[in-house]
Protein backbone atom coordinates (compact mmCIF):
# COMPACT_ATOMS: atom_id res chain seq x y z
CA UNK A 1 0.00 0.00 0.00
CA UNK A 2 1.51 3.64 -0.90
CA UNK A 3 2.24 5.38 2.64
CA UNK A 4 2.18 8.60 0.73
CA UNK A 5 -1.22 8.87 -0.65
CA UNK A 6 -1.13 12.28 -1.75
CA UNK A 7 2.01 11.85 -4.09
CA UNK A 8 -0.02 11.58 -6.90
CA UNK A 9 -2.42 14.31 -5.71
CA UNK A 10 0.81 16.79 -5.58
CA UNK A 11 2.46 15.64 -8.58
CA UNK A 12 -0.95 16.26 -10.84
CA UNK A 13 -0.14 19.98 -8.86
CA UNK A 14 2.95 20.58 -9.74
CA UNK A 15 2.62 19.80 -13.55
CA UNK A 16 -0.09 22.50 -13.75
CA UNK A 17 0.87 25.28 -11.62
CA UNK A 18 4.66 24.83 -12.09
CA UNK A 19 4.96 25.79 -15.72
CA UNK A 20 2.69 28.62 -14.87
CA UNK A 21 4.50 30.37 -12.01
CA UNK A 22 7.81 30.06 -14.13
CA UNK A 23 6.42 31.00 -17.16
CA UNK A 24 4.58 34.46 -15.47
CA UNK A 25 8.14 36.31 -15.32
CA UNK A 26 9.71 34.77 -18.54
CA UNK A 27 8.25 37.64 -20.73
CA UNK A 28 9.50 40.20 -18.44
CA UNK A 29 12.82 38.87 -18.14
CA UNK A 30 13.20 38.14 -22.31
CA UNK A 31 13.00 42.09 -22.26
CA UNK A 32 15.50 42.98 -19.88
CA UNK A 33 17.64 40.65 -21.36
CA UNK A 34 16.75 41.96 -25.05
CA UNK A 35 17.80 45.75 -23.61
CA UNK A 36 20.68 44.95 -21.97
CA UNK A 37 21.85 43.09 -25.10
CA UNK A 38 21.31 45.94 -27.16
CA UNK A 39 22.82 48.39 -24.35
CA UNK A 40 25.97 46.37 -24.55
CA UNK A 41 26.29 48.27 -27.98
CA UNK A 42 24.39 51.05 -27.35
CA UNK A 43 25.21 51.87 -24.11
CA UNK A 44 22.66 54.90 -23.80
CA UNK A 45 19.42 53.81 -25.76
CA UNK A 46 16.41 55.54 -23.93
CA UNK A 47 14.05 52.73 -24.95
CA UNK A 48 16.24 50.09 -23.66
CA UNK A 49 16.88 51.87 -20.27
CA UNK A 50 13.32 52.94 -20.09
CA UNK A 51 13.12 48.77 -19.83
CA UNK A 52 15.77 48.40 -17.07
CA UNK A 53 13.81 51.11 -14.99
CA UNK A 54 10.44 49.17 -15.48
CA UNK A 55 12.15 46.39 -14.36
CA UNK A 56 13.48 48.30 -11.43
CA UNK A 57 9.69 49.57 -10.19
CA UNK A 58 8.51 46.08 -10.64
CA UNK A 59 8.15 44.94 -6.75
CA UNK A 60 7.41 41.05 -8.11
CA UNK A 61 10.62 40.45 -10.33
CA UNK A 62 13.43 38.41 -9.34
CA UNK A 63 15.36 40.49 -6.30
CA UNK A 64 18.59 39.49 -7.79
CA UNK A 65 17.93 40.67 -10.99
CA UNK A 66 15.79 43.88 -10.35
CA UNK A 67 19.57 44.67 -7.66
CA UNK A 68 21.73 44.21 -10.76
CA UNK A 69 19.51 46.22 -13.05
CA UNK A 70 19.28 49.07 -10.63
CA UNK A 71 23.08 48.92 -10.54
CA UNK A 72 23.09 49.27 -14.20
CA UNK A 73 20.57 52.03 -14.36
CA UNK A 74 22.24 54.09 -11.81
CA UNK A 75 25.80 53.88 -13.78
CA UNK A 76 23.72 54.93 -17.00
CA UNK A 77 22.90 57.84 -15.22
CA UNK A 78 26.14 58.68 -14.27
CA UNK A 79 27.53 57.89 -18.24
CA UNK A 80 24.91 60.27 -19.34
CA UNK A 81 26.63 62.95 -16.57
CA UNK A 82 24.22 63.44 -14.14
CA UNK A 83 26.41 62.40 -10.93
CA UNK A 84 23.42 63.68 -8.56
CA UNK A 85 21.02 61.21 -10.11
CA UNK A 86 23.85 58.63 -9.53
CA UNK A 87 24.62 59.13 -6.13
CA UNK A 88 20.76 59.16 -5.15
CA UNK A 89 20.55 55.41 -7.31
CA UNK A 90 23.46 54.39 -5.22
CA UNK A 91 21.95 55.44 -1.84
CA UNK A 92 18.81 54.05 -3.10
CA UNK A 93 20.18 50.70 -4.01
CA UNK A 94 22.81 50.48 -1.36
CA UNK A 95 19.63 50.71 1.72
CA UNK A 96 17.61 48.17 -0.75
CA UNK A 97 20.09 45.81 -1.32
CA UNK A 98 22.64 46.20 1.62
CA UNK A 99 24.66 42.76 0.20
CA UNK A 100 25.10 43.81 -3.25
CA UNK A 101 27.32 47.20 -2.41
CA UNK A 102 30.19 45.55 -4.95
CA UNK A 103 27.78 45.80 -7.47
CA UNK A 104 28.28 49.40 -7.94
CA UNK A 105 32.18 49.68 -6.89
CA UNK A 106 32.30 53.66 -7.78
CA UNK A 107 33.50 56.65 -5.98
CA UNK A 108 34.02 60.05 -6.48
CA UNK A 109 37.50 59.08 -8.02
CA UNK A 110 35.83 57.36 -10.68
CA UNK A 111 34.36 60.08 -12.45
CA UNK A 112 35.76 63.61 -10.80
CA UNK A 113 39.32 64.64 -11.25
CA UNK A 114 41.02 67.63 -9.88
CA UNK A 115 40.91 70.93 -11.80
CA UNK A 116 43.90 72.09 -12.74
CA UNK A 117 43.62 75.51 -12.79
CA UNK A 118 42.74 76.02 -9.12
CA UNK A 119 44.53 72.69 -8.30
CA UNK A 120 41.54 71.85 -6.35
CA UNK A 121 40.59 74.71 -4.41
CA UNK A 122 37.77 76.07 -6.62
CA UNK A 123 39.60 79.86 -6.78
CA UNK A 124 42.06 81.06 -8.75
CA UNK A 125 43.44 84.61 -7.95
CA UNK A 126 40.87 85.25 -5.40
CA UNK A 127 38.00 84.81 -7.15
CA UNK A 128 35.63 81.54 -8.70
CA UNK A 129 37.77 79.03 -10.89
CA UNK A 130 36.06 79.78 -14.20
CA UNK A 131 37.25 76.14 -15.07
CA UNK A 132 35.15 74.23 -12.21
CA UNK A 133 32.53 76.98 -11.17
CA UNK A 134 34.33 76.80 -7.92
CA UNK A 135 33.96 73.04 -7.27
CA UNK A 136 37.40 72.19 -7.56
CA UNK A 137 36.53 68.78 -9.76
CA UNK A 138 36.22 68.27 -13.20
CA UNK A 139 33.62 65.79 -14.50
CA UNK A 140 35.40 63.11 -15.76
CA UNK A 141 34.97 59.08 -16.82
CA UNK A 142 37.19 56.67 -16.10
CA UNK A 143 37.10 53.47 -18.14
CA UNK A 144 36.21 51.60 -15.15
CA UNK A 145 32.86 52.97 -15.31
CA UNK A 146 31.52 52.10 -18.35
CA UNK A 147 33.52 48.27 -17.82
CA UNK A 148 31.85 48.25 -14.33
CA UNK A 149 28.59 48.88 -16.35
CA UNK A 150 29.06 46.56 -19.33
CA UNK A 151 29.74 43.72 -16.49
CA UNK A 152 26.41 44.35 -15.10
CA UNK A 153 24.64 43.91 -18.51
CA UNK A 154 26.48 40.69 -19.19
CA UNK A 155 25.53 39.25 -15.64
CA UNK A 156 22.14 40.21 -16.77
CA UNK A 157 22.03 38.60 -19.57
CA UNK A 158 23.60 35.34 -18.17
CA UNK A 159 20.82 35.52 -15.53
CA UNK A 160 18.13 35.58 -17.91
CA UNK A 161 19.43 32.98 -19.86
CA UNK A 162 20.05 30.66 -16.88
CA UNK A 163 16.14 31.17 -15.89
CA UNK A 164 14.89 30.34 -19.00
CA UNK A 165 17.07 27.26 -19.06
CA UNK A 166 16.15 26.62 -15.37
CA UNK A 167 12.21 26.81 -16.21
CA UNK A 168 12.31 24.65 -19.26
CA UNK A 169 14.05 22.02 -17.24
CA UNK A 170 12.49 22.07 -14.45
CA UNK A 171 9.00 21.80 -16.88
CA UNK A 172 10.97 19.12 -18.56
CA UNK A 173 10.91 17.24 -15.47
CA UNK A 174 7.56 18.09 -14.17
CA UNK A 175 5.90 16.43 -17.20
CA UNK A 176 8.32 13.24 -17.17
CA UNK A 177 6.05 10.46 -16.51
CA UNK A 178 9.17 8.06 -15.80
CA UNK A 179 10.16 7.93 -11.75
CA UNK A 180 14.18 6.55 -12.19
CA UNK A 181 14.56 9.44 -14.92
CA UNK A 182 12.05 12.52 -12.83
CA UNK A 183 14.74 11.71 -10.36
CA UNK A 184 17.60 11.91 -12.48
CA UNK A 185 17.04 14.59 -14.17
CA UNK A 186 15.70 16.48 -11.17
CA UNK A 187 19.15 15.70 -9.06
CA UNK A 188 21.29 16.86 -11.88
CA UNK A 189 19.03 20.12 -12.23
CA UNK A 190 19.36 20.43 -8.26
CA UNK A 191 23.08 20.27 -8.26
CA UNK A 192 23.63 22.01 -11.76
CA UNK A 193 21.91 25.25 -10.12
CA UNK A 194 22.47 24.67 -6.55
CA UNK A 195 23.62 28.52 -5.90
CA UNK A 196 19.94 29.46 -7.44
CA UNK A 197 17.59 30.65 -4.10
CA UNK A 198 14.64 29.54 -6.01
CA UNK A 199 15.49 25.82 -5.74
CA UNK A 200 12.35 24.70 -3.41
CA UNK A 201 9.85 23.77 -6.64
CA UNK A 202 12.70 21.62 -8.31
CA UNK A 203 13.35 20.46 -4.25
CA UNK A 204 9.82 19.54 -3.71
CA UNK A 205 9.11 17.43 -7.31
CA UNK A 206 12.52 15.96 -6.50
CA UNK A 207 11.31 14.80 -2.75
CA UNK A 208 8.13 13.62 -4.00
CA UNK A 209 9.23 11.41 -6.80
CA UNK A 210 12.14 10.24 -4.03
CA UNK A 211 9.09 9.21 -1.90
CA UNK A 212 7.33 7.98 -4.46
CA UNK A 213 9.82 5.55 -5.81
CA UNK A 214 10.55 4.76 -1.84
CA UNK A 215 6.83 3.63 -1.14
CA UNK A 216 6.88 1.67 -4.72
CA UNK A 217 10.15 -0.11 -3.96
CA UNK A 218 8.46 -1.05 -0.18
CA UNK A 219 5.40 -2.48 -2.80
CA UNK A 220 7.97 -4.15 -4.36
CA UNK A 221 9.93 -5.74 -1.37
CA UNK A 222 6.58 -6.86 0.68
CA UNK A 223 5.33 -8.55 -2.37
CA UNK A 224 8.50 -10.76 -2.74
CA UNK A 225 8.72 -11.37 1.25
CA UNK A 226 4.67 -12.31 0.30
CA UNK A 227 5.85 -14.98 -2.60
CA UNK A 228 8.90 -15.74 -0.53
CA UNK A 229 6.96 -16.72 2.29
CA UNK A 230 4.60 -18.64 0.22
CA UNK A 231 7.14 -20.65 -1.61
CA UNK A 232 8.43 -21.57 1.87
CA UNK A 233 4.99 -22.75 3.15
CA UNK A 234 4.16 -24.95 -0.28
CA UNK A 235 8.06 -26.32 0.21
CA UNK A 236 7.36 -27.23 3.80
CA UNK A 237 3.54 -28.31 3.08
CA UNK A 238 5.07 -30.51 0.04
CA UNK A 239 7.55 -31.81 2.56
CA UNK A 240 4.80 -32.90 5.05
CA UNK A 241 3.70 -34.78 2.47
CA UNK A 242 6.38 -36.50 2.01
CA UNK A 243 7.99 -39.54 3.45
CA UNK A 244 10.19 -38.08 5.38
CA UNK A 245 7.88 -37.43 8.76
CA UNK A 246 11.14 -36.31 11.31
CA UNK A 247 12.77 -33.73 8.79
CA UNK A 248 9.55 -32.38 8.03
CA UNK A 249 8.62 -31.44 11.77
CA UNK A 250 12.31 -30.34 12.32
CA UNK A 251 11.81 -27.81 9.76
CA UNK A 252 8.13 -26.94 10.62
CA UNK A 253 9.82 -26.22 14.10
CA UNK A 254 12.57 -24.24 12.95
CA UNK A 255 10.09 -22.10 10.42
CA UNK A 256 7.10 -21.40 13.22
CA UNK A 257 10.89 -20.76 15.88
CA UNK A 258 11.88 -17.64 13.66
CA UNK A 259 8.15 -16.60 11.82
CA UNK A 260 5.57 -17.55 14.77
CA UNK A 261 3.74 -14.27 13.72
CA UNK A 262 3.15 -14.86 10.49
CA UNK A 263 -0.28 -15.27 8.22
CA UNK A 264 0.27 -19.37 7.41
CA UNK A 265 1.57 -19.76 11.51
CA UNK A 266 -1.93 -21.72 12.24
CA UNK A 267 -1.98 -23.36 9.46
CA UNK A 268 1.38 -24.88 9.49
CA UNK A 269 0.89 -25.45 13.50
CA UNK A 270 -2.19 -27.75 13.00
CA UNK A 271 -0.04 -29.40 10.27
CA UNK A 272 2.54 -29.92 12.81
CA UNK A 273 0.13 -31.10 15.75
CA UNK A 274 -1.40 -33.66 13.11
CA UNK A 275 2.69 -34.66 12.08
CA UNK A 276 3.32 -34.60 15.70
CA UNK A 277 -0.10 -36.73 16.25
CA UNK A 278 1.24 -39.80 13.39
CA UNK A 279 4.75 -39.97 14.93
CA UNK A 280 3.76 -40.47 18.28
CA UNK A 281 1.11 -43.07 17.15
CA UNK A 282 3.76 -44.51 14.88
CA UNK A 283 6.06 -45.08 17.75
CA UNK A 284 3.24 -46.24 19.94
CA UNK A 285 2.74 -48.88 17.49
CA UNK A 286 6.33 -49.50 17.73
CA UNK A 287 6.13 -50.11 20.84
CA UNK A 288 3.58 -51.97 20.96
CA UNK A 289 4.12 -54.38 18.06
CA UNK A 290 7.77 -54.65 19.83
CA UNK A 291 5.72 -55.92 23.21
CA UNK A 292 3.73 -58.15 21.39
CA UNK A 293 6.83 -59.94 19.53
CA UNK A 294 8.54 -60.10 22.54
CA UNK A 295 5.79 -61.65 24.12
CA UNK A 296 5.52 -63.85 20.84
CA UNK A 297 8.56 -64.53 21.52
CA UNK A 298 8.15 -66.27 25.06
CA UNK A 299 5.38 -67.71 24.03
CA UNK A 300 7.29 -69.47 21.77
CA UNK A 301 10.28 -70.61 23.70
CA UNK A 302 7.70 -71.92 26.35
CA UNK A 303 7.53 -75.11 25.26
CA UNK A 304 11.21 -75.59 24.71
CA UNK A 305 12.22 -74.51 28.35
CA UNK A 306 9.50 -77.04 29.08
CA UNK A 307 11.23 -79.64 27.05
CA UNK A 308 14.42 -79.02 28.48
CA UNK A 309 13.07 -79.23 31.83
CA UNK A 310 11.72 -82.09 31.19
CA UNK A 311 14.59 -83.50 30.16
CA UNK A 312 16.75 -82.16 32.75
CA UNK A 313 14.08 -83.89 35.18
CA UNK A 314 14.74 -86.66 33.28
CA UNK A 315 18.47 -87.12 33.98
CA UNK A 316 18.25 -86.11 36.85
CA UNK A 317 15.92 -88.79 37.89
CA UNK A 318 18.17 -91.65 35.98
CA UNK A 319 21.17 -90.23 38.36
CA UNK A 320 19.45 -90.95 41.08
CA UNK A 321 18.25 -94.61 40.20
CA UNK A 322 22.17 -95.27 39.39
CA UNK A 323 22.97 -93.96 42.71
CA UNK A 324 21.00 -95.80 44.68
CA UNK A 325 22.04 -99.03 42.50
CA UNK A 326 25.72 -98.48 43.38
CA UNK A 327 24.80 -97.25 47.47
CA UNK A 328 22.81 -100.04 48.09
CA UNK A 329 25.71 -103.49 47.62
CA UNK A 330 28.52 -101.07 49.15
CA UNK A 331 25.98 -100.70 52.24
CA UNK A 332 24.96 -103.83 52.57
CA UNK A 333 28.87 -105.03 52.39
CA UNK A 334 29.81 -102.55 54.80
CA UNK A 335 27.11 -103.49 56.78
CA UNK A 336 28.06 -107.48 56.76
Known amino acids: ?37 ILQRTPLSAPDLRV ?7 GDSSPVLRSRAMAAYAMALLLQGNTNSFIRAQQIHQATYPDDIQLIPLTSRHYCVSCDGCRGTGRREKAVCPQCYGRGALFQLSPFVAETYEKRLREIVALCRENAEYAEKLQDA ?51 ARQRAEREVEMLKALARGTDRLRAIQELKAYLTVHPHASSALELQAL ?46 GRCRAWRTWISPASRILSA
Do not use: W
Not at 7 to 33: D, F, Q, T
Not at 52 to 58: F, G, W
Not at 203 to 213: F, T, V, Y
Not at 291 to 315: D, E, Q, S
Open 1 to 37: MNSHPFIPLRLAMLAVVLPLVLAAGLPEEARLSAASE
Open 52 to 58: LSEYVRN
Open 174 to 224: AKESRVEMQIEILQALTNSYSHRTDLVPAISLLNDALAKRESRLRDEQAKE
Open 272 to 317: LDELLAKEKQRQLLRQIGIGTGVLMGLLCLTPLVRFFCFVAAFRSR
